[in-house]
């Protein structure tokens, strides 16, 4: 095998043994065989380049550019060009998944719940690893820098599961590593021909070497850098997770209080299960049962995700006297009875939105910043900035809806009925056979949805510890274990919907929140939830509510056919089952909360997260203590030279000490010389007030060494201490910290620490030759 070739194949297998130290981190393991697949590609496309000739620079140039063709090819092949040709759209959808997939790293914990974009980022990020690894170790040579990105596979499982990982994880990492080595020391050692071996005098001419120099200093490097890695790891105390934090329920944002909404289906559970139930938003309306609050509307479903679709938003100019005005929503008739309600919204610094909550349809709007919207969905983005912080007021329509206007209501137009209905060609036959079934004595769209939703909110129970996600297969997991909670809710109720004629689409924001006992309503993080809304002619977008009466109370007025009164409820109970107060009895009256505090009030605010946490705390002292260790150590040691009572080992201890001095504040020292010649060195850096002592020291060393009797000894402590003070004042500020801080006589220490290590690696490194030498020397005995 050639030198190259043995290269590519290091690498290649160095990166996919550190790569294992992922699979705690994902739920399955899926990703593996895109991994390898990936590794591979970038493998074969390097040693290719080289063999062509390729300069070197451009090796990696080509390496990206294919490994970037082939994702598009793979995961985002619309639209391409000749067929085979990336174009802009193709490269858009892929970036978009790539968008897609780093959310959902970023927003879960690990191990984070199987996702098709999630195998393909992290398939993409362990290419780019293998790019860089290939780089270092094929094309440039440069073998012993490959360590570091293979170092940050195994950093990423190490930092982010909760608990961190078992030590063995290393081990793959590890060795990989050490085939990195081993190959590139056996590619140069062989231009310098036969390596000698320890036991060639031994085995004698006619036999092959034992163990080789470089072989055993290769093992006893790779015992030690394996062994500690694993012992390390193992034996020192790992930090709480509060004090760094995790994924999903654990963790709200660097500050602990901020609720970022990237992606919001990604991001619904993640906030429903804050441990913690942030307040989001506040607000005061002119009507007792306010809707719904919006911020965005899914309408695109690709078998796997429910997302925005491309949208052309009209831009706004802001106006902070004045209300800006929206057209009607989409499909609403002029002669449809409906209301004006005004509610004056207060944002607070946690919620990070570029949607503007509000509830739908809004009419108006009122905000000092500009902002723009979708004449499709009525969705409200905000332009250069996030909601954090931000004030406004919403003019939004409370339509007259009744179940019997709902009935009659006619087919819907084309354009909507054609774009509303789509589905993917993969969606699960059960799905579609199981809406039918539960909808056969349904006649009319209406009926229809009703049925759905008395389904759902009958027969399912509400459970945030389920997987997210509303795939194929996790759309049938949840139909099967009849439990969810409202992103599977709303999404597959969506889906029969759409499977079953009804245009249908999901919307995300938050529940009306609870009201305070000044009139006020409190939106918090916990009230986040998702819901279907469907479509009917002269009537447009209406509302549903499939998640269990538990959590949402009521349903609305007009999806309960024997109701005729248009109204909302305003559920008591949060979307959280982790709730303390899941239990209380569910309400729709708007009454304010006896005895309800006021998160957000001027006078009895009691701030997210102020209660005290020990925690960081004690990670600080902690991490002071470490590094006063050095300094603690050194002390120790002093003391312990000093106190000496033997005459003869504390003059040694005491020229041992002055060495050690001079080593901490950078001044030279050569221990092979006569403490007379030390002394003498050293004199030119002392004061003329010092150098009696000094002279003092020596002359008692040279008797300690040379006489029969030491002499008087009782004075050696405090030459020292004259000596060492002489030498403090003459040496800069920087460098006495830094002696007192990191002293580096310590370090000159290491060796003497590591030598039993050394010689137990080195008999473990024996016992091979040992035994192969015996069996040698048995079989030849046995030969005679």
Same mark, same amino acid.
């Given at each position: 095998m050639s030198g190259a070739l043995r290269r590519t194949i290091a690498g290649l297998l160095a990166t996919f043994l550190a790569s294992l130290a992922l699979i705690p981190a994902y739920n399955g393991q899926e990703w593996l065989s895109s991994t390898a697949l990936v590794i591979l590609f970038?493998?074969?496309?390097?040693?290719?380049?080289?063999?062509?000739?390729?300069?070197?620079?451009?090796?990696?140039?080509?390496?990206?550019?294919?490994?970037?063709?082939?994702?598009?090819?793979?995961y985002a092949n619309q639209d391409l060009r000749f067929g085979v040709l990336p174009s802009g759209e193709s490269v858009q959808a892929l970036i978009e998944r790539i968008n897609d997939g780093l959310l959902i790293v970023v927003r879960y914990a690990a191990p984070v719940p199987y996702d098709a974009d999630l195998v393909m980022v992290t398939a993409l990020g362990i290419g780019l690893v293998a790019i860089a690894v290939d780089t270092l170790a094929a094309t440039f040579r440069l073998t012993p820098w490959a360590g570091l990105p293979l170092l940050l596979l195994y950093s990423i499982p190490a930092t982010t599961v909760s608990g961190g990982v078992s030590a063995l994880a290393f081990i793959p990492a590890a060795v990989g590593y050490v085939v990195l080595l081993v190959s590139e020391g056996r590619d140069r050692l062989g231009r310098w021909g036969r390596v000698i071996g320890i036991a060639d005098d031994v085995a004698g001419p006619q036999e092959s070497p034992g163990t080789s120099v470089v072989g055993q200093t290769g093992r006893r490097?790779?015992?030690?850098?394996?062994?500690?890695?694993?012992?390390?790891?193992?034996?020192l105390p790992a930090l709480p997770e509060s004090v760094l934090g995790q994924g999903e329920g654990n963790g709200i944002g660097t500050a602990g209080r901020t609720i970022k909404v990237d992606n919001p289906i990604v991001d619904l559970k993640r906030d429903l299960k804050l441990p913690q139930d942030v307040p989001v938003m506040s607000y005061r309306t002119d009507t007792n049962t306010p809707d719904y609050i919006k911020l965005v509307t899914l309408d695109d479903f690709d078998g796997e995700h429910w997302r925005p679709s491309p949208r052309s938003v009209s831009n706004v100019t802001s106006s902070r006297s004045d209300f800006a005005r929206l057209p009607d929503p989409p499909g609403l008739q002029p002669n449809v009875p409906r209301t004006r309600v005004t509610s004056q919204f207060e944002v607070t610094d946690a919620l990070q939105s570029r949607w503007l909550p509000s509830p739908y349809p809004a009419?108006?709007?009122?905000?000092?910043?500009?902002?723009?919207?979708?004449?499709?969905?009525?969705?409200?983005?905000?332009?250069?900035?996030?909601?954090?912080?931000?004030?406004?007021?919403?003019?939004?329509?409370?339509?007259?809806?009744?179940?019997t206007e709902l009935q009659a209501a006619g087919p819907a137009p084309a354009a909507v009925f054609d774009r509303y209905t789509k589905l993917p060609p993969d969606i699960p036959s059960q799905v579609i056979n199981l809406a039918r079934s539960e909808t056969s004595k349904a006649t009319n769209a209406y009926d229809k949805a009703v049925a759905l939703q008395r389904w759902f909110r009958n027969d399912f129970i509400y459970d945030?510890?389920?997987?997210?996600?509303?795939?194929?297969s996790a759309m049938l997991e949840f139909l099967a274990d009849k439990r969810g909670y409202c992103e599977q809710f709303a999404a597959t109720m969506a889906i029969m919907a759409r499977s079953l004629g009804i245009p249908a689409r999901v919307g995300v924001g938050y529940m009306p929140g609870t009201?305070?006992?000044?009139?006020?309503?409190?939106?918090?993080?916990? !009230?986040?939830?998702?819901?279907?809304?469907?479509?009917?002619?002269?009537?447009?977008?209406?509302?549903?509510?499939?998640?269990?009466?538990?959590?949402?109370?009521v349903a609305p007025a007009w999806t309960v056919p024997d109701s005729t009164t248009p109204t909302v409820p305003v559920p008591d109970q949060r979307d959280n089952p982790e709730d303390p107060q899941q239990n209380r009895q569910q309400s729709s009256s708007p009454a304010p909360i006896p005895g309800q505090m006021d998160p957000l009030g001027p006078a009895t605010q009691t701030p997210v997260g102020s209660s005290f946490n020990p925690i960081p705390f004690i990670?600080?002292?902690?991490?002071?203590?470490?590094?006063?260790?050095?300094?603690?150590?050194?002390?120790?040691?002093?003391?312990?030279?000093?106190?000496?009572?033997?005459?003869?080992?504390?003059?040694?201890?005491?020229?041992?000490?002055?060495? !050690?001095?001079t080593a901490d504040l950078g001044v030279s020292w050569d221990n092979a010389t006569t403490p007379r010649a030390a002394g003498?060195?050293?004199?030119?850096?002392?004061?003329?007030?010092?150098q009696p002592a000094l002279?003092?020291?020596?002359?008692?060393?040279?008797?300690?060494?040379?006489?029969?009797?030491?002499?008087?000894?009782?004075?050696?402590?405090?030459?020292?201490?004259?000596?060492?003070?002489?030498?403090?004042?003459?040496?800069?500020?920087?460098?006495?910290?830094?002696?007192?801080?990191?002293?580096?006589?310590?370090?000159?220490?290491?060796?003497?620490?590591?030598?039993?290590?050394?010689?137990?690696?080195?008999?473990?490194?024996?016992?091979?030759?040992?035994?192969?030498?015996?069996?040698?020397?048995?079989?030849?005995?046995?030969?005679?």
């Open positions: 970038t493998a074969i496309v390097g040693f290719t380049l080289r063999q062509l000739g390729t300069p070197r620079l451009l090796v990696p140039v080509g390496q990206l550019a294919a490994l970037g063709w082939a994702f598009v090819l793979v490097v790779s015992a030690a850098v394996i062994g500690l890695a694993v012992v390390v790891p193992a034996l009419s108006a709007v009122k905000t000092p910043v500009d902002w723009g919207y979708d004449p499709e969905t009525l969705d409200i983005v905000i332009r250069g900035q996030s909601s954090a912080g931000l004030d406004f007021d919403v003019t939004s329509l409370g339509v007259g809806l009744t179940p945030l510890n389920v997987q997210p996600g509303h795939g194929g009201r305070q006992p000044d009139g006020r309503w409190l939106v918090t993080a916990h !009230d986040s939830h998702a819901w279907p809304e469907l479509y009917f002619a002269g009537y447009g977008w209406v509302r549903f509510e499939p998640t269990p009466q538990s959590q949402t109370g990670a600080v002292g902690v991490i002071l203590l470490l590094a006063l260790v050095p300094c603690l150590v050194r002390v120790g040691i002093r003391r312990r030279r000093l106190s000496q009572r033997d005459p003869g080992r504390l003059v040694e201890a005491a020229w041992r000490e002055l060495s !050690d001095v003498a060195r050293l004199s030119a850096r002392l004061p003329e007030s010092a002279r003092q020291l020596v002359d008692t060393v040279e008797r300690n060494r040379y006489a029969p009797d030491p002499g008087d000894v009782t004075e050696v402590h405090a030459f020292v201490d004259t000596v060492t003070k002489a030498l403090r004042a003459r040496a800069s500020r920087a460098r006495r910290i830094l002696a007192w801080a990191l002293p580096a006589s310590l370090w000159r220490r290491l060796p003497m620490l590591w030598s039993p290590v050394a010689d137990l690696l080195d008999r473990a490194n024996g016992v091979g030759p040992r035994l192969t030498q015996r069996m040698r020397r048995e079989r030849v005995a046995g030969g005679r």
